[in-house]
């Protein structure tokens, strides 16, 4: 990503360079004894500092107005704090009136532009966050999302029911809803890996499209996915499983070394913890109800499937 940003960084650096020249050209180097070291130390680490989070910006963003903002204050923050820290090295005669400018004037136009730029950046995190809602809804750890899918894991699912189960508020129900791919060892074995990963993917995406706003998708383990559905009774639940083993039986996987559609059904087990119940769930005993009902969907699956006689 910092090739984007190459001229940024070559701008940046021919202008440290024509202050470096200018001082070293307008004033005279002082003594070791007149170096002043907690000065020295304090600013040099103020525009480290400075650059590292500019390196960090434009390393883990494209280009674009936010962009544009936050690297132009943390560049005038960072020629500012190199001015000042040049002093601590190099005396200035009373009449070299532009480092004074330089350091007075680069400082507060870096902080209006960084703040200008973490103004629109709070817009564009808000807009990120309705979009990843389905994802994370009330906690954000990128430690813990899965790679292929994007989705948070199994830790992230027992924090979230741990978070619901204590809250009490769930008038009707708390819903979990495991979703399991059927055969999806045969893709690995037929296609590769990778196109698992893909399929795993897509599926992901088109699970997100059938639940709803306040809903959580995690991808619980393996070809296994977890669907925390909060405030959701029998009758809703069953509905959205529904919904999601017809969307998935319709969705054409397509294979990049093969032109025919591949097409999939699911497994689905819900377990249901009323607020109202004698005792107490935990995620661990809803997760154990939801496996059995998952259980006993794959061994009705095979029973019903057509053997060869």
């Known amino acids: 990503m910092l090739a984007l940003h190459k001229w940024k960084l070559l701008f940046l650096a021919l202008v440290t360079n024509l202050a470096l020249v200018g001082s070293l050209a307008s004033g005279d180097m002082k003594t070791a004894a007149q170096w002043n070291w907690l000065d020295i130390v ?13 390196l960090l910006i434009l390393h883990s963003r494209p280009s674009g107005r936010v962009t544009q903002f936050l690297s132009l204050g943390l560049s005038a923050i960072f020629i500012a704090g190199f001015q000042d820290w040049l002093d601590e090295f190099i005396s200035f005669p009373d009449n070299a009136l532009w480092d004074h400018w ?63 189960l204590a809250k009490g508020e769930h008038t009707n129900s708390l819903a979990l809803v495991l979703i399991d791919i059927d055969n999806f060892a045969q893709i690995n ?28 998708l995690c991808r619980y383990a393996g070809d296994r996915f977890a669907l925390l559905l909060p405030n959701t009774g029998t009758l809703m639940a069953n509905t959205i499983a529904a919904e999601i083993s017809q969307a998935v039986r319709h ?12 097409f999939h059904s699911v497994s689905i087990g819900i ?38 006689a």
């Open 102 to 164: 330089i350091e007075s004037g680069f400082m507060p136009i870096g902080l209006v532009l960084l703040t200008f730029g973490i103004y629109h950046w709070h817009k564009e995190q808000l807009l990120i966050t309705e979009q990843l809602r389905k994802r994370e809804r009330l906690f954000r750890e990128h430690r813990g999302l899965d790679i292929t899918t994007s989705l948070s894991g199994a830790h992230y699912l027992r924090a979230q029911l741990q978070h619901e």
């Open 251 to 262: 969705f054409a996987f397509k294979p990049q070394q093969q032109q025919d559609s591949i």
């Open 271 to 308: 377990a249901f913890s009323s607020g109202q119940s004698a005792t107490a769930d935990t995620p661990d005993t809803l997760i154990a109800r939801a496996t059995h009902a998952l259980l006993r969907a794959k061994e009705q699956r095979d029973l019903h499937q057509p053997r060869a």
């Open 42 to 54: 304090g600013e040099g680490g103020l525009i480290l500092l400075a650059l590292i989070w500019l």
């Open 189 to 216: 074995r037929h296609y590769g890996n990778r196109e698992g990963d893909n399929l795993l993917h897509a599926l992901s995406e088109l699970l997100l499209l059938n639940i709803r706003r306040n809903d959580l």
